[in-house]
């Protein structure tokens, strides 16, 4: 448990309805990016809550219904390694964000985002926090959901795609994943502007077949 000291702020603004807002997976090879929002209750509050990175998975599942069930409203989007491609995994992540915003079914005041830059969404005031999952309440609840949503539907694409071990890296650039590409390709969930096999020539030579 957390010391009082270490506790969660449960707002930045007492006066609006905040939406904590965060993503997952920019930084992985394959699969695509995730974002959550989350509109908490200012009273919410669970002392295993805290950024997703500082979680144990077990820990995380076990806040996910709880989030989902105390928060007044939530949503989960993303965005493909395709779209990725297409536009760069910046913008990227803020459409998921935008994305996620969009099917709120309550309308926030203010938005609280992880990090250093955002793409203003509609006429709505935000602010960017670095290390925000950290800090504030909402934020720290997005990055749970976020992580839960993508780590469960990278362990399913796991089923199918065993040799790239996705049930454990989730995605990212870990040895055993890099050493997967270099012997088997690779597939289409991979992220191909991430330059992350420099020696791929074309499609048809490197990707693995469905």
Known sequence: MKKVSELLLPFFHN????AGVDEVGRGCYAGPVYAAAVILPKT?????LNDSKELT??????????????????????????????INILQASFKAMHLALNKLNTSPELLLVDGNRFKKYKKLPHQCIIKGDGMYAPIAAASV??????????????????????????????REHRDAIEI??????????????????NDSETLVED
């Not at 006066?15 to 905040?18: P, T, V």
């Not at 959901?145 to 989730?170: F, G, P, V």
């Open 184 to 201: 088997h390709g690779l597939c289409r969930y991979h992220r191909k502007s991430f330059n992350i096999w420099p020696d791929f020539k």
């Open 145 to 174: 959901l976020a992580k839960t949503y993508r780590d469960e539907y990278m362990e399913n694409l796991h089923e199918k795609y065993t040799m790239y071990s996705w049930n454990k890296n989730k995605g990212y650039g870990t």
């Open 57 to 86: 998975k077990e820990e995380r599942n076990l806040l996910r219904p709880i989030i989902e069930k105390e928060c007044y409203s939530f949503a989960v989007a993303s965005v493909t390694n395709v779209e990725i491609d297409r």
């Open 44 to 48: 919410f509050y669970h002392p295993l």
């Open 15 to 18: 006066k609006f309805i905040e």
